[in-house]
């Protein structure tokens, strides 16, 4: 088993309810969806600059890259414990595509940048099947601890890749420091024409949630599901 950490700086989750019934056509059928009362469910964007990622196996060499998520929430089929599911995952850097395809992990290089601006907001803008764009504000966050935080930063468990080709990685970090934020403005095309949310939707997160730093342990190779 190797492993590999990943300095991860701004991470951005927004968050939205959508129904159930929309996201379950596009989730395998061995993994179970987590809703809530009113049959609803969350998915979220994720952004971060990764930093200083290396290898088990060559701990000398790092590299960083710019990595967005597009995810939902389901349940381990084994255990039952609260994990996550990646409809897609696009990433800056050429090189890492290529790597993860081997071990069957179909990650996307997209056009991403991701900036920190000195007045507390976060400019992301890039191209993912379309240009994307989105600006969250910090200034006035705090921190949060509460079942909707711990639901989207808490899980420790990966699945990736559609119907009978699915894979399972596992992930370990400490305890993240989660603060708040606002979405200023935003627009990104791929979940919208994938029927993921509409435009309405898009504009109106459940939840913006921020970690500054934070390291991640992503264990591999992922396991067939």
Not at 47 to 68: E, G, H, N, V, W
Not at 71 to 98: C, E, H, Q, W
Request: proline fraction near 7%.
């Amino acid at each position: 088993m190797a492993t590999v950490r990943i300095n991860l700086h701004n991470v951005i989750y927004i968050s939205y309810l959508v129904p159930a019934d929309r996201i379950r056509p596009f989730v395998p059928k061995v993994l179970n969806l987590v809703p809530d009362e009113n049959n609803m469910v969350y998915i979220s964007f994720v952004a971060m600059d990764c930093r200083q990622t290396r290898l088990s196996a060559f701990p000398f060499i790092k590299f960083s890259y710019k990595q967005l998520n597009l995810r939902t929430y389901v349940s381990d089929p084994k255990t039952g414990d609260a994990s996550v599911y990646f409809f897609n995952s696009g990433v800056s850097l050429g090189f890492i595509p290529v790597l993860t395809r081997l071990i069957g992990i179909s990650w996307e290089k997209i056009t991403f940048n991701l900036n920190k601006g000195y007045d507390g907001k976060y400019n992301a803008t890039g191209y993912w099947l379309g240009d994307f764009n989105f600006e969250i504000d910090t200034a006035l966050s705090k921190e949060l601890n509460n079942s909707t935080v711990s639901h989207i930063t808490n899980p420790m468990m990966g699945f990736i890749g559609p119907e009978g080709k699915t894979r399972s990685f596992k992930i370990y970090h400490k305890a993240l420091k989660v603060y708040s934020a606002v979405l200023n403005n935003i627009k990104f095309p791929l979940p919208e024409e994938k029927g993921f949310i509409t435009y309405k939707e898009l504009t109106n997160p459940d939840s913006v949630l921020m970690v500054p730093e934070a390291e991640f342990i992503i264990f591999l190779p992922p396991s067939k599901v």
